[in-house]
């Protein structure tokens, strides 16, 4: 990160806006004026969108409630129903036949659903639901593989009023059963396992296992049997999705519910404890994930192809996978496998057959289809594509240069879309055809989104680095923390007595204002644009019976952005770093096994116990210490660490 940010610092390329024929921003004036409208009338202008932008079963009258805050809400006295908006309102006008989804399965398997047929299987789905007990109110944990049931599985949930929990598929079974105690979810959605490498990742053993303790709240398992792995079956609990579905009711009135009403939550690491559930709205999340489709992608439903190739147990995959491409009425591309897979060439293809026109995705996977070669996408036909987005965490500029002339042919503008899963959508980002591009800035806010840097004391920063703040409520905010408002308050606004929302990034602004990111201020990692909290790790190691401590810090790595470090004390019983490294796949899931571990006899520490964790981290980054050790406990430690050999 620090190699990656001192390069950002000297980065002044500039790529002028390319032209786009109608877009919806298509020059810094369109965003001026657009900023404008905002400045004159902030509540009104978002109230406006909101009017034009979503069809209500109850128009609203309170614009932006302020008067608990930072509780805030949005557009409160009014009424819709997502499924409404992604679904019926595009049937409605029309467009029944148009492709809501193409979905592509590792082996090549294709489906086209239609937005009629969708909105069907999300009716049956939505009766099942009823059937199965699950009332509006209600948590369902959805817990699947990248198919098109999983978008059916969501929207039926929003349909009847419950609100969803996806958990990434690759979380282990003790991280799926925090997350349904948390929620107290009521039924878990899941299949039998997805694809993966060629091979199948059978999904459902670890909701059996999850299930076996606690959880006393789940009623049912209801289990798409896709892989067609055998899976154990639990007579009364489990029920199966594609029986259930055809004996029920295509037809399921969406019920009305309040703008407030959680539509959902998502899981996502902090600097301390487990895991936090980020709740969001139903009208304030929806309304701007259908703006910023519009503006950020240019998004043209009726003639783009959008393919995001996050997957749904993210942010990403919300708001750009789901919600977004189908409120807009647009097809959206779902790949299930693994984008490597059978070679780096999948990608291109997909994109050459689906003539794929707005591709989004994550700079770790860039950087991995860099090292595979130019003769991968060298071999596909790319004219399709139109605008490339990126997200998740920092583009290196070389990764940026590479999108830019191999994939785009210097043709297609390079949105660097900053946010988080607390916002809900983009925040930062330059609006392709009307903004002058960066390699590595996010360049400006969307016109509504008000940021600012502020330096320790909340003073605002106009040259050089601070914190990212958000100044102003916006409607696609957090609304909080499922079950815990004081954690809201206490990690998002305290710092500042409530004036501003913390990002927890810090970032820079050059002389064109343009904002630069330069990553996590706090314990959180981004791993291959995964978010991990180094407390989480370092809880999942301390859990093991040999462990007697662990410190995790950060190192930059080429591929993955960041990787893990583990300095690791052990009790008396001697473990082995593979081990460890299975440990925490178990306890949280592969992608938070540590890539380095050192064997350790102590950890630095202050006087006071605290571990020196920016001194570990000076050291995997091969640093001179530049901290004062003299409060070190014991120096010697250090010297120890230093001459012990990473595993
Ligand atoms: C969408 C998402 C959020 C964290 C965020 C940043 C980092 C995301 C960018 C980025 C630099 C970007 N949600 N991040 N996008 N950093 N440039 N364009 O990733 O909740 O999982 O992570 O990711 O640190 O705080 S997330």
Redesign the pocket.
Known sequence: MVDMIESVLHEDRVFKAAVGEGACFSSMGDYHAMCRRFEEDYEGTWADLARTHLRWREAFTQDLDDSNPPFYRWFADGALNVAENCLDRHVQAGLGERTAIVWEGEQGEVRHLTYAYLLEQVCRAANVMHSLGVEAGDRVVIYMPMIPETAIAMLACARIGATHSVVFGAFSSSSLRDRIEDAAARLVITADGGARRGGVHALKPFVDEALSEGCHTVEHLLVVKHAGCDVSWKAGRDCDWHSLLAESSPECAAIALPSEHPLFILY?SGSTGKPKGIVHSTAGYLLWARLTMLWSFDYRPDQDVFWCTADVG???GHTYLIYGPLVCGGTTVMYEGVPTYPDAGRVWQICERLSVSVFYT??TAIRALIKAGDVWPNRSDLSSLRVLG??????NPEAWMWYYRVIGKERCPIV????????GGHM?VPLPFAMATKPGS?ALPLPGIQVEIVDEEGGKVSHGGGLLVVTKPWPSMLRGVWGDPARYVETYWNLFDGQYYI???GARRDGDGYFW?M??VDD?L?VS???LGTMEIESALVSHHAVAEAAVVGRADDLKGEAICAFVVLKESRVDALTLRKHVAAEIGPIAKPDDIYLVEGLPKTRSGKIMRRLLRDIVMKRDIVQDVSTLEDRAVIEHILATPVQ
């Open positions: 996502t993210w942010i990403t994550a700079p990126t997200v998740g965490e920092p583009i660097d879309t900053w946010w988080q899963t607390e916002t930062l996010a990002a927890g990034d990111i990553g996590r959180v981004n644009g995964h978010r």
